[in-house]
């Protein structure tokens, strides 16, 4: 391709909206243009990029036995009715109506559509087990779209669906798709790990995330430092043994605390550890309220709460609901003699001696509380977020944590869905039971802006050699020279005959500007064209690591091939 009848808009001053790396390099260097906020268009070298990472996908879904279609993007609102999500999936999911004012969703993903159409052509295990996939663009309504393509309003994604008639069948194509994933980002020439995750509004269980280890991740891997383990630090468990001291128990007592109200604000009034307090807030749960306690050095886990109690929602209540439910401000809530109908504690709080909590009285809180003698709650769990330092949940060695962007995502689903939509077949017994299904996501334009993440130096993109736009870009110092632009053509007309993709800069450009612009693009091999070309002598550069070497033209393709 010449680079004349390209689109490539580059840009020499990095965009004041821009945070990350990725995507200001990819803005710059011409890769992808914002038409509306979280919504982009991709330009000729972005897609080329993101072709080859469809590729790739292709090749391993197809290996691992899954068959590809094509599914609509508009969704009748009932098959999200049936399947509930359309009660819960909350305010991400577009939304709209048709002229006739007929409820329709724009496809955040498709479990509702590959469903509805599996239950009305498979009837029979004899059909069972199959995998069915897509690469298609998304939609999620995201409050704040940010980090470029990273987090947007649209992107693009492969959905894969496997339907099983028993749960070995689940087991061994998630395996295998557990592995496709693997095999899929290694090629990317992504550092990435699997970790345990949540399922979230997907349903299902036994889940992984993929995650590309960045610092700009917006998610949290808990890993162990001696061993394999990693786990979103939502789902990593706390194994932690805790003791009880032996201190004698003090009487209860209501103390005045004076706008005393954050776990900080208690510790320095009244000269006592953080560990020593009792953190009482109040979540909504589905329907019901329920008062969850952890230690005052912990965090609640709202995703472990909503696992204990099998819970579709969970929210913190609001300081209205809050008041309206305990009759007190929050900041001040605490066990002891509550209004809350249900409480539940994290298991360190069992361990608490002489500790501190709300009164449920503005202004005031009671010390000297102990757990059992003061109040009671129903249930003692694993319900807090895990620390750096906690013993790791495999029992080897103590957590560590990373930041990771989620680039993959592997569900177990089972019959969530096929149970709320009918979706049945007849077993070798002749008897209906419902479908037993996995679920499999790669996002793709996710993975485009993890690599230029991931690849990137000072000069701009450094794009791995399998998915760069081109592989050898040839730069014609002076294209008024004939010498110079003929050996450039030679060299062009040479290298698309071996096979390779090239780009061939023919404007009539200044040698620094072609230069810079080379290198922000990031194609791994260019061949400069300059002086020596009259000697049958070119310069060749290799993007990775800058080293130059002169080759003769009449070598070059057997240099580029040993390279």
């Avoid at 292709?58 to 009932?78: C, D, I, Q, S, Y």
């Avoid at 579709?312 to 209540?317: P, Q």
């Avoid at 620094?512 to 194609?523: N, R, Y």
């Avoid at 000697?535 to 080293?547: A, M, P, T």
Wanted: glycine share 6%.
């Amino acid at each position: 391709m010449k680079q004349s009848m390209m689109l490539i808009p580059t840009m020499k001053e990095t965009p004041a909206d821009a945070d990350i790396k990725s995507h200001q390099l990819l803005l710059r260097a011409g890769f992808i243009r914002q038409t509306a906020s979280g919504v982009y268009s991709y330009l000729p070298l972005a897609l080329r990029v993101l072709k080859k990472i469809e590729t790739i996908v292709r090749e391993e879904m197809n290996t691992a036995g899954a068959v590809e279609l094509l599914m609509p993007a508009l969704a009748p609102a009932e098959l999200w009715q049936e399947s509930k999500r359309w009660y819960t999936y909350g305010p991400e999911l577009m939304r709209l109506k048709d002229r006739h004012e007929r409820d329709f969703v724009l496809g955040a993903t498709h479990e509702e559509v590959i469903t509805s159409l599996v239950r009305d052509e498979l009837k029979s295990y004899k059909r069972l087990p199959i995998t069915l996939y897509q690469i298609q663009t998304k939609f999620r309504d995201e409050k704040r779209p940010r980090f470029g393509l990273l987090r947007g309003r649209e992107f693009i994604m492969k959905d894969a669906y496997s339907f099983h008639a028993t749960q070995e069948s689940l087991d061994q194509i998630y395996d295998k798709m557990y592995a496709a994933y693997g095999n899929v980002f290694e090629r990317c020439g992504l550092n990435y790990r699997a970790v345990i995750a949540d399922s979230g509004a997907m349903g299902g269980k036994d889940t992984h995330e993929f995650m590309v280890l960045s610092e700009i991740g917006e998610d949290t891997i808990a890993y162990s430092d001696t061993s394999t383990y990693a786990a979103n630090i939502e789902m990593a468990p706390v194994v932690t043994k805790y003791e009880k001291s032996n201190e004698a128990l003090k009487e209860l007592e209501k103390v005045h605390t004076p706008d005393k109200k954050s776990i900080d604000d208690i510790t320095s009034f009244l000269s006592i550890d953080n560990t020593s307090t009792i953190k009482s807030l109040l979540f909504k749960v589905d329907d019901e309220f329920v008062l969850v306690l952890v230690r005052g050095d912990h965090e609640v886990n709202d995703i472990k709460v909503k696992n204990i109690l099998k819970a579709s929602v969970v929210e913190l209540a609001s300081n209205e609901e809050t008041k309206q439910q305990l009759d007190c401000e929050p900041g001040f809530i605490g066990p002891v003699s509550t209004k809350a109908s249900k409480v539940i504690a994290d298991n360190a709080v069992k361990y608490i001696v002489n500790g501190v909590c709300g009164a449920n009285e503005s202004d005031y809180h009671y010390v000297g509380v102990n757990p059992e003698r003061d109040f009671q709650v129903e249930s003692y769990c694993d319900l807090r977020f895990i620390q750096e330092g906690d013993p790791s949940p495999d029992g080897q060695g103590v957590i560590r944590f990373a930041k990771g962007i989620e680039v993959g995502h592997v569900f177990k689903l089972g019959t969530r869905y096929s149970e709320f939509m009918k979706a049945e077949f007849l077993n070798d017994s002749g008897r209906t039971q419902p479908i037993i299904m996995g679920c499999y996501g790669i996002g793709v334009s996710r993975t485009l802006t993890a690599v230029a993440e991931q690849y990137n130096d000072e000069n701009g993109l450094v794009w791995p050699a399998d998915i760069a736009p081109f592989n050898i870009h040839v730069i014609p110092v002076n294209t008024k020279d004939e010498t110079q632009k003929n050996t450039a053509e030679q060299i062009y007309s040479n290298c698309l005959e071996q096979g390779y993709e090239v780009l061939l800069d023919d404007r009539q450009e200044r040698p620094g500007v072609k230069f810079a612009e080379s290198d922000l693009i990031g194609i791994p091999y260019r061949v400069t064209v300059g002086k020596r070309a009259s000697e049958g002598i070119v310069e060749l550069k290799v993007r990775k690591d800058g080293s130059v070497i002169e080759v003769e033209v009449e070598k070059l393709i057997e240099t580029l091939q040993s390279l």
